[in-house]
């Protein structure tokens, strides 16, 4: 039995009413619920952005952790798009945390969405994007599934600022004592804050752009890997050693928020654009 206080901390109080071997057995990253708390409180700074009647897209929610959040927290409907874990495991998790009627887990790859043009009211996304939103034009395909007005809301790790000459710190290609080494080839799409911010404000499917970085973000992953290997629920070996390095000078979490405009795109994912155009 883990300690009710093993994950709490007082910059996220919602998170801390979640229990920690909920939190711990769905793990894949850094806290997913500190992340979405952190999402939620500037989602909550407009009264109308989420609530029982909206429809919430969580993609690449993983284990559903988030999932359960943002159902529990704004009594909305969401759907738990992923890609790589099993719909069964994630169906387990929201039954067992009392959410069955507001979460419905569904396998996805987010370039080929099963979902209707407008139909979610807000994508919210916590350690996922950096996976494939890296790409210049994806957001204009996310938008697509956003009603007018409706949010996204993006929370991932960044570098927090440009790295020195384009290169990799030593101390993050170092092998830590456990053998891990942090930077991994898939963090190359780690982007600072102000590329995110040219990327979602070159993107003509949003507006009012708000990005900004987590205070302490850090020190926040460095706690929770910690937390996490202590309990033995660390699927990887922990980067908290390489984190605690670093101490910000290049890692840390962005969140970048927007609304979608009236304008769309053609769906560039779509395998069949070429014959739907030529057929026109
Ligand atoms: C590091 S895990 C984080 C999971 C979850 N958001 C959390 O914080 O616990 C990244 C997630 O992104 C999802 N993902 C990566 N690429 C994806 C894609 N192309 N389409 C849908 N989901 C994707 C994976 O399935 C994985 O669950």
């Known amino acids: 039995m883990l300690s009710p206080d ?9 998170s801390n009413a979640y229990d920690p071997g909920f939190v711990l ?11 979405a708390e952190w999402l939620l409180e ?20 993983g284990m559903a952790t988030s999932s359960v959040f943002w159902a529990r ?15 069964d495991d994630a169906w387990r998790r929201i039954e067992q945390a009392g959410q069955a009627t507001r979460v419905t ?10 979902f209707a043009q407008g139909f979610f009211d807000a994508v919210v996304s916590v350690d996922s994007y950096t996976y494939y939103g890296a790409d210049l ?26 790295l020195e000459d384009g290169r990799v710190p030593a101390h993050l290609l170092a092998p830590q004592e456990n053998g891990a080494v942090f930077w991994e080839p898939e963090c190359i799409s780690f982007r600072t804050p102000a590329w995110w911010r040219s990327v979602f404000e070159g993107c003509p499917g949003v507006e009012d ?21 202590a309990a033995g629920k660390n ?36 395998p069949d654009l070429a014959g739907k155009v030529l057929r026109r």
Not at 6 to 14: C, E, G, V
Not at 26 to 31: L, T, V
Not at 138 to 152: I, N, T, W
Not at 248 to 267: E, K, M, P, Q
Request: charge should be negative; include cysteine.
């Open 105 to 114: 887990p569904i396998k996805a790859e987010a370039h080929a969405l099963p």
């Open 73 to 87: 927290e704004t009594g909305a409907h969401v759907y738990a798009a992923d890609l790589w874990t099993s719909v």
């Open 209 to 229: 752009v708000r990005v900004d970085t987590m205070p302490e973000g850090w020190r926040h992953w460095r706690d929770y890997e910690r937390a996490a290997e």
């Open 42 to 61: 500037a989602l909550e700074q407009d009264p109308d952005a989420l609530g029982p009647e909206a429809r919430v897209l969580d993609l690449g929610s």
């Open 137 to 162: 034009l994806y957001l204009f395909y996310l938008a697509r599934f956003l009603r007018p007005g409706g949010r996204v809301a993006i929370a991932i790790p960044c570098l927090v600022a440009d």
């Open 25 to 35: 057995d769905g793990n894949m990253g850094p806290h997913p619920l500190w992340l």
């Open 235 to 270: 699927p990887f070996p922990s980067v908290a050693e390489t984190l605690d390095r670093d101490q910000g000078r290049t890692l840390g979490f962005v969140r970048i928020l927007a609304r979608r405009t009236t304008r769309s795109a053609v769906n560039l994912y779509d």
């Open 6 to 14: 093993l994950l709490h901390n007082p910059a996220f109080p919602r």
